[in-house]
Every structure is written in C-alpha cells, then in structure tokens.
C-alpha cells in the first residue's frame, strides 16, 4: 500500500478571467520513506499537488489519500515547510518548533527536550533562544524544518524550501538536508524548479509539465546514499540530470 | 553561517554592526540638537514677547511664575487629575471596545457587513460636531464628556485593528493550520500577536484624538479641568496662566505616548525593522 495516493485528481480553478485547469487527470502512488521531488516550469500544478496532499486545498474531482485514508484538511500527519520559512515572527526558534508539541499537548519538560533535539538535529542548537529576525535565511529554513519534524509527521511536504537562498547556501542546505532525513528517515514530496536539486535529492523525479498541469515523465535516480560532490560530479548523476532537463525543457 | 547578533534594545536590529555604529553616532548628535532647539525656542520666544511690546503676550518668565503659582495654591494639580482622568478613562473604554470589535471585523464577514458601514460613516465626522448633540442628551456632566473621548478614541482605533487582522500574513495561518491547529488557537496564537503593531498604531492615534477632543469638551462647560482652566484664564487675559495650560496638555499628551511607545517596543520587539 503507497503511504500517498492521488487518484484521478483535477484541480480546477475559477477566477474573473475564467477557468483554469491546474491538474488535469494526474494520478501518483508514493511509497512509504520515498523522497520524491517534483520539478517543472510555473503553471504547471506542482504547488497545487502539494496543497492538495497537505489539505490546504480540496480536489474539484477525484481523490487523495494519505495512510488509506482521503484528506479531509491539514493535519499534524503532513508537515510542510513553505518557501517563505513562515516562521512565527515573535517566538523564539525553539517555541516555534514547540508550537506544534503545544497543540499536541505534550508536556512542557518533553516539549522543550524534543525542540532541542530537532534543533540539534539541524545545527541550530546555540541558536534556540533567538528570534526569526535574528537568523539568516538558511537557518530560518532549518528552524521550519525542525518544527515540522517535531511533531513526527509521516510525510514532509516541502514547497521551494531552499528558493530564496543563494546559490552556496542552497547547495549546502540541499547536503543537511539529506543528512537529517537520513537520521529520520520520512516520506518527502519537494518541490523545485531547479533540475540539479531535483535529481540531487530524489528517488524519484517527477516531472511535470503545464497548461494543463500533467506529469509527463517520471525518472528513478538509482544512486545511492549518502549522497555528496562525488554523486553530483558523476557521470550517472549527469547523465540523469540530462535526462530530466529534457523532459521539464522539451513541453515549454 | 553566521547569526547577526544585535542588541535588543537596539532600533536598527537586523543590520550589521557597522550600519548599527553609524546610527548611533548619528543620533548622539541629534541629541545635541535637541538640546540646542530648545534652547533656540526659548530665546526667540523670549525675544519676540519682550519685542513686541505686548503685555499680552508672557515671557517665559511669566510663565514659569505663572506655573509656580497655580502649583503652590494647589489649583493646577485639581485640574490636571480631572483632565487625565477624563482622558484615560475615555481613551481606555474606547480602546478597550475597538480591539474586540476590530478582530470581530477582521475575523468575520458578517460583523464586518454589519459594522464596517456604520464606522466607516461616522469616522468622517469629527467627534467635536457631536458635542451639541451629546450636552442635550446627556447633559454637561462626566458622562458626556467621557462619551465624546471614548468615542473618538474607538473610531480611530477599531479600524487600524481591523487593518492588522485584515493583514495577518496567510502562510502563517496555514503554517499553523499545517501543525494542527484549529479556527480558535489560529485566532489566539496567530492573529493576535501578528495585529499587535496595528493595534499600537490605532492606540496611539486614539490616545492623540482623546486628548484634542478633551480640551474641546471641557472648553463649552466644565467645573475643573485644563480646559476650563485656560477659558478662566482668558476672561481675566491671564494669557501665561492659558500657556501652563497648554504646556501641561502638550506635556502630559506626549508622556503617555512615550509610555505606548515604551509597551510597543517591548511587545513587538519581535517585528524586523528595515
């Protein structure tokens, strides 16, 4: 049994300017402790996918399933972690990583061991008691991460997480990134419109393509982990990476 | 990478140190400056009243004595408490009533197409030009000058809360919503905090109506107060005794901006300043 599932999913949108088809007919069964990445140009339904799984968005037809059962709304289940970090402004990092456990109800003294787990799990153990505006954009990423992890989802969902950081940034956070998720292993759907990052970080590259938003193409990445420059400098990793620059630059 | 550490209680928080430096050189010599216009003001007031030939017009002398004497026979501090009662107890009832009926707005459709009309209609009209109205109805006493306060306290503060909710950032609603929380805890733990510096712009230009519409109020009839301490002054051309009066408004006005000012730096410490 796939821990996700869409079936036969349509997302269409109604706006002044008329109908739009964001996802047309797409189906996808991701497996339990998979990293999928979705990649392709604007327009092309992969945000709306990701909502749709998180429950932030409802499908005009067809249906999703997480765990067997359809998705109904958000839920502690599925993390996200969206590409403006959305931390909260006036909590410190470790109570925004709390903020979650608090819903939960879990105990103070639990509470603040698992946010400083999760921190240090990121590197920002030292870093606990500063506010958002006192990190830079690569730790208030990680301070989303670990807040999602916190609450043990099953399922990351990740939209551009890494889309406004730099390029020295984003390569090192696409690093800890697969180091964390290698400690604790869950199920990621990421989306990115960056091919190298795509191929990178996945198992499995899907591909989509726009207007109406459909996958064209789903790639395995057959490499191993840990993955590090040596993967990214390969000629596998190249030869891939060809593969799915194709398929994302062949429908625009 | 590297945390820009910066002092708390510094304004320019989220900008290197060099930047941070520059600032402060720059206001220890606005302070200088300061101290340099007052004294400015002061001479060219002293100047132009001794010029002018006027008797009418104080020195600052004048109004010093002037000060000293409604101190010493105990009438100044009288009609200061009243003032600043009517004021706080008009500002705080006004307030106190807007954040709530703001959220309400901001929150949901129906007591925004219910209320937004009324409030958007009776902004336009200056609390002043109710005053006749509100003496026939509620006669010349506290009651009525209160009313006014609180009423042009709460029209300039249900808006801005009503703004603050209406600008809550949306990924921070499904951030929440994502972690699993609930329409409730949304309100409490998210739009809340997040329309705290809206709330303490609506207060401040609340607590700046409060205190023009006080002295307005208290200038048709009032038995104690600055205003009527001024009116006094000016059936007998005590023009230095109508300055105390102003100065004393002026003065106590800006005190308790400075003191929201105070609880606005602390409680939104948290916003990043650019």
């Known amino acids: ?252 | 990478m590297t945390a820009r550490k910066a002092e708390p209680e510094a304004l320019t928080m989220a900008t290197p140190t060099a930047v941070a430096e520059d600032t402060e050189k720059g206001e220890r010599s606005l302070k200088g400056l300061y101290v340099i216009t007052f004294f400015l003001g002061i001479g060219i007031w002293t100047l132009s009243a001794v010029l002018s030939r006027n008797a009418l017009i104080p020195t600052p002398i004048d109004v010093v004595a002037s000060f000293a004497e409604l101190i010493a026979n105990g009438t100044l501090w009288g009609h200061t408490v009243t003032s600043l009662s009517r004021v706080t107890t008009g500002f705080l009832l006004g307030v106190a009533l807007a954040i709530p009926a703001g959220f309400l707005m901001g929150w949901y459709w129906l007591a925004r197409g219910l209320l937004e009309p009324w409030i958007q209609f009776f902004r336009t009209i200056p609390p002043l030009a109710l005053i006749p109205l509100v003496i026939v109805i509620l006669g010349i006493g506290e009651t009525a000058k209160i009313f006014v306060i609180f009423l042009a306290a709460f029209l300039s503060c249900v808006l801005a809360t009503f703004q603050g909710v209406r600008n809550v950032d949306i990924t921070l609603i499904n951030a929440a919503r994502v972690l699993g929380a609930k329409d409730f805890t949304i309100f409490t733990r998210v739009v809340i905090p997040a329309s705290t510096p809206f709330i303490f712009v609506g207060m401040r230009v609340a607590l700046g109506a409060s205190w023009a519409t006080l002295v307005a109020s208290e200038l048709i009839a009032a038995p104690t107060g600055l205003g009527r301490m001024m009116q006094q002054a000016a059936q007998f051309l005590q023009t230095d005794r109508i300055v105390v009066g102003i100065i004393m408004i002026g003065a106590l006005g800006f005190i308790m901006d400075r003191l929201l000012l105070l609880a606005e730096r602390r409680l939104t410490r948290w916003q990043e300043t650019r």
């Open chain 1, 1 to 252: 049994m796939p821990l996700i599932s869409i079936k036969n999913v349509t997302k269409i949108y109604n706006t002044e300017r008329g109908r739009t088809v964001s996802l047309d007919n797409v189906s996808l069964d991701v497996e339990q402790g998979e990293f999928i990445t979705l990649v392709g140009p604007s327009g092309c339904g992969k945000s709306t996918m990701l909502n749709l799984v998180g429950g932030l968005l409802m499908p005009t037809s067809g249906q999703v399933l997480v765990n067997d059962e359809p998705v109904k709304g958000p839920g502690p289940d599925r993390g996200v972690i969206f590409q403006q970090y959305a931390l909260f402004p006036w909590l410190t990092a470790q109570e925004n990583v709390e903020f979650g456990l608090r819903l939960q109800k879990v105990p103070k003294k639990e509470r603040a061991e698992r946010a400083m787990h999760y921190l240090s799990l990121v590197g920002l153990q030292d870093f606990a008691n500063a506010l958002p505006k006192e990190l830079s954009g690569g730790m208030k990423q990680r301070a989303a991460i670990a807040r999602a992890y916190a609450v043990h989802p099953s399922v990351l969902l990740m939209d551009e997480p890494f889309g406004a950081l730099d390029a020295l940034t984003r390569v090192q956070m696409q690093d800890d990134l697969l180091e964390t998720w290698e400690k604790e292993k869950r199920t990621v759907v990421f989306i990115t419109h960056d091919v190298d990052e795509a191929v990178y970080l996945a198992s499995r590259v899907v591909v989509m393509s726009p207007r109406p938003g459909r996958i064209s193409e789903i790639i395995d990445v057959p490499l191993a982990y840990p993955r590090g420059e040596e993967i990214r400098l390969s000629p596998e990793f190249a030869e891939i990476r060809a593969r799915v620059w194709r398929g994302v630059h062949h429908h625009e």
